[in-house]
Every structure is written in structure tokens, then in C-alpha cells.
């Protein structure tokens, strides 16, 4: 099993962009589903974008159009650009292995990767 490990994440203004990266201690090609997931404070964790092993991409309402999920097989990585911010994405981020969209997590949950949206 890959080890996952988050990084990106920052303070920045509402409209403001981030870009995290979730990096794979091996490889990710034959990974069937992998997931950015985010938990405010005094909130459930909760899947915002996922991205399959053949690169379908799929996203949270509340980030469609404004998140888009990637991925560099041949770095062992997966971004999440995140743009045009509000002060309710603020949340540690995570990334994570699963099946599909919505199924439950197949790894362990790293440090994640603090994410501070000032209005």
C-alpha cells in the first residue's frame, strides 16, 4: 500500500489560487480511484474531487468549477488546483485511495495539508 503525503496548502485571500500536491511513495498507475478530501473545523471530512485509474474526474457541487483534480503518473503524484477560493474552503486537505467516488477509504489518513481562506 502507497503512502500518501500532502502539501501545498497556505493563508491566502478569498479569490486567491492554491495548488496542493499529494505524493505517492509508489506508483499510482494502477490506482482505481484517488480522492482530495478536506474536514473543517467542527465538520464531517468530506470528498471534494477523485480522479480514476483511466482519468475520469469528478467533483463536490460546492468546488465544481473551481477545483480541478490532476495527476503525474510518472511522478507518483496527484495536484488539486484550486482557484477563485472562499473563506469556506478553509480545511485541512487530504488525499486518499478508494474504489469510487463515495466508497470508503482504502489507506490511512496522513497529516494533510492546512488550507486558510481570509475574506
Known amino acids: 500500500q502507497v503512502q500518501l503525503v500532502e502539501s501545498g496548502g497556505g493563508l491566502v485571500q478569498a479569490g486567491g489560487s492554491l495548488r496542493l500536491s499529494c505524493a505517492a511513495s509508489?506508483?499510482?498507475?494502477?490506482?482505481?480511484?484517488m480522492g482530495w478530501y478536506r474536514q473543517a473545523p467542527g465538520k464531517q471530512r468530506e470528498l471534494v474531487a477523485g480522479?480514476?485509474?483511466?482519468?475520469?474526474?469528478n467533483y463536490a457541487d460546492s468546488v465544481k468549477g473551481r477545483f480541478t483534480i490532476s495527476r503525474d503518473i510518472a511522478q507518483n503524484t496527484v495536484y488539486l488546483q484550486m482557484n477563485s477560493l472562499k473563506p469556506e474552503d478553509t480545511a485541512v486537505y487530504y488525499c486518499?485511495?478508494?474504489?469510487?467516488?463515495?466508497?470508503?477509504?482504502?489507506?490511512?489518513w496522513g497529516r494533510g495539508t492546512q488550507v486558510t481562506v481570509s475574506s
Open positions: 486518499n485511495t478508494a474504489l469510487a467516488w463515495g466508497s470508503p477509504v482504502s489507506g490511512s
Open positions: 509508489g506508483s499510482i498507475v494502477s490506482i482505481t480511484f
Open positions: 480522479i480514476t485509474i483511466g482519468g475520469t474526474t
